[in-house]
């Protein structure tokens, strides 16, 4: 069997078409104009890379954003301060710090302490709270992304053996919370694996469908997947032969009934639920 490639490229480009759309009737409506601001601490090559992609994004959904940066030895102090005067600005709806952070600054209080009403990447206790409860504002970007891939793809969720593996805050733990919540989208039975798991080669066979988000490139390999599983790779590395994800995808493709590739799988989508978030956010701010 060769798995059917789903193309979350070309799923990601339809959505920002219809947020386009959507930012544009807003705008009309309102006669606000949707604003993201992103903060960028240091000169982490792939960050600026991801944020200009996001901005480049934005632009092209008629979305406005701004870009403030923060030298890497900025203190805590310093990006907090940034962080209050983006809460405290009425033209900014949402507000992304892009990760990682340098060391000397604590993520977890700076993600705190963006007002939860901003907060398009929906890390803040409040966000991951209403999510976990299945009332969220924001969904967060990859797991939303994930879930739209599935949806829009026609993949059955209700009732489906799901297993994700990797249990990070941005993406596994979410994930595993969003394909069991109730409802569409919902209602799987979702078995979360980690580096402690034990025997993670036959739980991972009995997935119908199979998340990755752990980090080790090409880890995934044939000998996990049962035949005809969905394989969503959520992985990112660079080599010296170009992208790679976690799922050894040339091996895995000739079992899996579906598999997203790396790039154009799950990155393309991660942007696209930005763009959906912040729109979410103006209209909020705007009480619609
Ligand atoms: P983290 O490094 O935060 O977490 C990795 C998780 O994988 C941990 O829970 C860890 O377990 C688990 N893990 C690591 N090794 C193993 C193993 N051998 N067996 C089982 N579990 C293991 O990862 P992220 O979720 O932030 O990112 C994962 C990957 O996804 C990266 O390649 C990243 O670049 C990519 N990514 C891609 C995005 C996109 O838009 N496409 C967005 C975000 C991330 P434990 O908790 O026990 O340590």
Known sequence: M????LDGKK??????????????????????????????????????????????????????????????????????ALIDELNQDRAVHGILVQLPLPEQIAEAEIQEAICPSKDVDAFHPENVGRMVQGKPRFLPCTPQGI??????EGIEIAGRRVVVIGRSDIVGKPIACMLSNRGTGGDATVTLCHSKTEALDSIAREAEILIVAIGQPEFVTAAMVRQGAVVIDVGIHRTDDGLVGDVD????????????????????LTVAMLLRNTLRAAELSAGS
């Open 147 to 152: 879930q739209q891939l599935l949806v829009r």
């Open 2 to 5: 060769t798995a059917k490639v």
């Open 11 to 80: 799923i990601a480009a339809n959505i920002r078409a219809e947020i386009g759309e959507e930012v544009e009737s807003f705008v009309s409506q309102t006669g606000i104009v949707p604003h993201l601001s992103a903060v960028l601490v240091g000169e982490n090559p792939a960050s600026e890379v991801y944020v200009r992609n996001k901005q480049r994004a934005c632009d092209e959904a008629g979305i406005a954003s701004g870009l403030h940066r923060l030298a890497d030895t900025a203190t805590q102090s310093e990006l907090l």
């Open 249 to 268: 995808y040339a091996a895995v493709s000739q079992i899996a009934g579906a598999i997203t590739p790396v790039p154009g799988g799950v990155g393309p």
